[in-house]
């Protein structure tokens, strides 16, 4: 990510507020991005990293795993820093192609469809509930065995319960607590992923 001075002066103040914290390094460079691009701190207490997820994520990147979004504003978020590192195929649930079905949402069956033909790509789910719903269903009948599961869709029925079960999945997850979310927060989750994973083994995948 190229940074100027406004994002510097931007990032200290978020050091300055967020103050001492427990997050690993790496974490914590998750947490600032998501809260330099929402401006809001209460994610600091929301964001959830499951254990070995960033290293797992990371590992992924770097071996070029597929990456499945739920939805466009996803893919044009990480798209650049995709093309400038590991260059990963980007699939978008909703326009995958599937027959049309009346018990799920489009976008929900189609990270169904693509979860069966890439069972172990990264999956960054920001707005469709459904759509995480049904790749927790496919985790639990272990249908699928993802390399690292996003989740930050916002919202008010049920999406909680969505996110509590990806939690208890035992697959490398990342997810926000509660109501809050949405497709910039995925977004910054990914990007500042593809960041550290380019640190660590950009030079070593290009030497």
Do not use: C
């Not at 999945?169 to 926000?176: E, K, L, T, Y």
Request: hydrophobic share 45%; net charge negative; proline share 4%.
């Amino acid at each position: 990510m190229e940074w100027h001075t406004t994002d510097a002066q931007s990032l200290a103040i978020i050091d300055q507020e967020i103050g001492e914290h427990s997050f690993s390094a790496a974490e914590y460079e998750i947490v600032r991005r998501i809260i330099y691009a929402t401006a809001d701190f209460e994610y600091k207490s929301l964001i959830r990293f499951s254990e070995q997820a960033l290293q797992a994520g990371a590992a992924a990147l770097a071996a070029r795993t597929t990456i499945v979004v739920d939805v466009p504003m996803v893919q044009v978020g990480i798209t650049p820093h995709l093309q400038n590192t590991f260059a990963n195929p980007v699939f978008i649930g909703v326009e995958a192609l599937t027959r049309p079905q009346k018990e799920k949402t489009r976008t929900a069956w189609g990270i169904e469809t693509l979860a069966r033909r890439y069972p172990e790509a990264i999956f960054a789910i920001g707005q469709s509930q459904t759509a995480l719903t049904s790749l927790v269903e496919l985790v639990e009948a272990e249908e699928i065995r993802p390399a690292l599961v996003i989740g930050t869709p916002a919202g008010f029925v049920g999406v909680d319960v969505a996110k509590a079960r990806l939690n208890d999945s035992m697959v490398p997850n990342i997810h926000i607590e509660g109501r809050k979310g949405g497709s910039l927060v995925a977004v910054a989750i990914v990007t500042g992923l593809v960041d550290l994973a380019w640190q660590a083994y950009g030079q070593e995948g290009n030497g």
